[in-house]
């Protein structure tokens, strides 16, 4: 029964310091009264009508069950007991501003750097544009990318190493909260030379699940969305951890490459490299930004991922 006494303050008084002491904005109007010498002007000052000064002062003062306030035609003028309570306002309105001016700090300090994982193809061909944007909104915030396959960028969000991820995979990994900010197609390529770039009835599945091809590694993005499109795992010719280097392969003539289309449109505008159709198979991919679950995106990383939407 005590404990239960003391959890609701005593004597039938509220619980919670918040219910039993006046809000800052009531204890800055006492101030500027007793700064002032008058309500109305400490009312103008702070952007209030009198009315509602008056209001908030007559709530003060029921609240704390005594009179704060002598009001006459020449002024307004302090109590006693207005004039103790006033200095008690001014110890907590003065360690509000410090508490304001450590949370300024805070914000400032979070939002001078971004620190962004992203897989590979969105790494090399849309977080430059989005950065840029993101640089003319926020000159001052330092930007630090991490480009690695799926697995590696879901690592670095959940270790607590990046603030915000994209990732172009089939699912969201385990952990992570996610928002879909484009699409995207994988596209099977070859160089002029290979048999392929002649043939003019479109590539089956089957086909391609039976050629050995270049691959991303696994654990990339775009190497989930073909192994689960051929039914099984994607025959390698070679596995290489960069689109870059997928493409150099391909190009050099040593075999068809599946990347995506966003990568190849300057090897496929120069003819370097040939597009083939394909025929029961749809390589299609949701592109994503992720987070660790609960824990939306703040700040920069937050402007980040509206930039993202806005320009998808």
């Known amino acids: 029964m005590a404990e239960q006494a003391e959890a609701v303050g005593g004597a039938g008084e509220p619980a919670g310091i918040a219910r039993r002491v006046p809000d800052l904005g009531a204890l800055e109007l006492l101030l500027a009264v007793a700064r002032l010498g008058s309500l109305g002007r400490a009312a103008r000052e702070l952007g209030i009508t009198q009315p509602a000064a008056s209001s908030r002062i007559r709530s003060m003062e029921r609240q704390l069950g005594v009179a ?155 190497r989930q969305v073909l192994d689960t499109a051929l039914g099984g795992l994607a025959l390698p010719l070679l596995e290489l951890s960069s689109t870059t280097a997928v493409k150099a392969a391909a190009v050099s003539g040593a075999g068809p490459a599946v990347l995506s289309e966003l990568a190849l449109r300057e090897e496929l505008s120069s003819h370097r490299l040939v597009s083939i159709p394909l025929a029961g198979v749809r390589l299609h991919r949701a592109l994503r930004a992720v987070w660790p679950t609960g824990h939306r995106p703040t700040g920069p990383a937050r402007d980040l991922l509206t930039l993202t939407r806005s320009r998808a």
């Open 68 to 222: 704060l306030v002598d009001r006459s035609p020449s002024g307004s003028r302090l109590t006693d007991a207005g004039a103790l309570v006033t200095e008690w306002a001014r110890r907590v309105v003065e360690a509000a501003e410090a508490f304001d001016v450590g949370a300024r700090a805070l914000r400032d300090r979070r939002d001078s750097r971004l620190r962004v994982a992203a897989s590979m193809t969105i790494a090399e061909y849309l977080l430059p544009g989005w950065l840029i944007a993101l640089h003319a909104q926020r000159p001052g915030t330092a930007v630090s990318l991490l480009a690695g396959n799926s697995t590696v960028v879901a690592e670095q969000l959940l270790t607590g190493e990046a603030d915000l991820g994209f990732v172009e995979g089939l699912s969201v990994p385990t952990g992570l909260d996610s928002a879909v900010i484009a699409h995207d197609d994988l596209i099977v390529v070859v160089a002029p030379t290979h048999p392929w770039a002649r043939r003019r009835s479109p590539l089956a599945a089957d086909e391609l699940a039976a050629t050995a091809l270049i691959l991303r590694e696994k654990g990339s993005g775009t």
